[in-house]
């Protein structure tokens, strides 16, 4: 029996992460999750899962929880929350599902204590990829990606010699505006950017993958995950998104992997690996889709694409300052301050007044990123 700990339970791939572990409770035991403020569906959690430690984002939340379950449930919230959940004792495997930069710290601490990392939360790795993947080494923990495109190239490596690789095809479906011009961009509403074309997930992602912000992200976290220099990364519009990824090896073989879109095929293999179970997931159908299309990626129009690659090949804190300033965009977008434009414009001010620090230890980034949050929650 695999302990698992969840951060971000009560999310899209959280939910889609119980699913699994619902489906094989022979396999998996859910020790500990980490939530934000979604209690409703905490509370469902709990009742169904039996975890032993449960954290919560604020501590009136926590007060509230712990009046209403019993005594042998720990609650805890906060920093020091995700952190418990994460180091959790009777736990193998983290999920990090939770969003945004905040899954830095616990994962870097299950990484100390031992952990298994089924990876998701991918500003983590874009934040800090050098750190998380030094101390996994340091430490003989392995790293398992979730992310789907990251999954289907772990999946096409199947243990190859990473010298070997002559290119990672990321492929991208070009996201809920993707057969719009810059033009017809000025207007577009939340409701249409949140509507992707082929998966069903968070808001904030959602969001990234219109703006193509998520293939820039996926090309640094592919960078640190597979240790490949951004020259040997690239990414391909696709807008079936039935081919996760390819990677092209140096005898010219290209292996891909396919799937429907279906995050629990990921997110079972992380928590299986190196076995594949069933599943009850709906199969491919390639005789019904017919053709594949793929296209070459447009800089111009998908201008955060361009920054995630600027930023990722000069290093140093420009990534975390393109993940902190996406997120507060993003989250600035979704609230109706400002329009889907301006969420590049934002980002592009916030990287260009930076001054760029090399190969910055945790206490920069972590002092970086909330300098930017700040400096970038002001911007009118
Ligand atoms: N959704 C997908 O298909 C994919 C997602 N990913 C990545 O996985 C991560 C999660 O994405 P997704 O599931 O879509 O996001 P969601 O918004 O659906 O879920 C986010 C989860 O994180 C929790 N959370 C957010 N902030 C905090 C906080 N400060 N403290 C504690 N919990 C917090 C939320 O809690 P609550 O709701 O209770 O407030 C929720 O459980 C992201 O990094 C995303 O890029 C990668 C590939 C695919
Ligand atoms: C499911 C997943 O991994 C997402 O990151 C997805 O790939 C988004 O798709 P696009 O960014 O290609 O629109
Ligand atoms: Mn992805």
């Known amino acids: 029996m695999k302990g ?106 299950a990484i100390e204590a031992g952990k298994t990392i089924a990876i998701a939360n991918k500003e ?45 095809i990321i492929t991208a479906s070009g996201g809920s505006f993707r057969d719009k011009s810059r033009d017809e961009l000025v207007n577009v509403t939340v409701e249409d950017a949140l509507n992707h074309p082929n998966w069903s997930m968070g808001a904030k992602i959602t969001i990234d993958s219109a703006t193509m912000m ?32 390819m990677v092209e ?32 997931s709906e199969r491919l159908d390639l005789a019904k889709i017919g053709s594949l299309h793929f296209e070459k990626m447009d800089f111009e129009r998908f201008r955060c694409l361009h920054f995630a690659y600027e930023a990722g090949k000069n290093g140093g804190t420009l990534p975390v300052v393109l993940n902190a300033a996406n997120e507060v965009a993003v989250q600035a977008f979704l609230t109706g301050k400002i329009s889907f434009l301006e969420i590049e414009d934002w980002i592009e001010k916030a990287l260009t007044s930076h001054q760029v620090i090399a190969n910055p230890d945790l206490q920069t980034i972590l002092h970086v990123d909330k300098e930017t949050r700040d400096i970038v929650s002001r911007y009118k």
Not at 144 to 168: T, Y
Not at 226 to 239: D, G, S, V
Not at 252 to 270: E, F, K, N, W
Request: aromatic share 6%; glycine share 6%.
């Open 124 to 168: 983590t790795l874009v934040t800090a990829g050098h750190i998380v993947m030094t101390k996994a080494k340091e430490h003989n923990v392995t790293i398992l990606p979730v992310d789907s495109e990251h999954s289907a190239i772990f999946q096409c490596l199947n243990g190859e010699n990473e010298k070997e690789i002559e290119r990672l």
């Open 4 to 109: 698992i700990s969840l951060l971000g339970a009560t999310g899209s791939i959280g939910t889609q992460t119980l699913d699994v572990i619902r489906s094989n409770p022979e396999r998996f035991k859910l020790q500990a999750i980490a939530v934000g403020k979604n209690l409703d569906l905490t509370r469902k959690i709990i009742r169904e899962f039996q975890p032993a430690i449960v954290s919560v984002q604020n501590k009136e939340d926590k007060e509230r929880l712990k009046a209403e379950f019993p005594k042998n449930i720990k609650f805890t919230y906060g920093e020091e929350g995700l952190i418990e959940v994460a180091t959790c004792e009777d736990t193998e495997v983290l999920v990090n599902a939770i969003l945004g930069s905040v899954g830095l710290l616990p994962t870097l601490q």
């Open 249 to 280: 090896f140096t005898d010219g073989s290209v292996i891909a992997q396919l799937g429907t879109p279906d995050m629990r095929i990921p997110i079972q293999y992380a928590l299986t690996y190196p076995e594949r179970l069933p599943s009850n």
């Open 214 to 245: 998520n293939k820039g992200l996926e090309v640094i976290e592919a960078h640190w995950l597979f240790n490949q220099p951004y020259e040997k990364i690239e990414c391909l519009l696709h807008r079936e998104s039935t081919i996760h990824s």
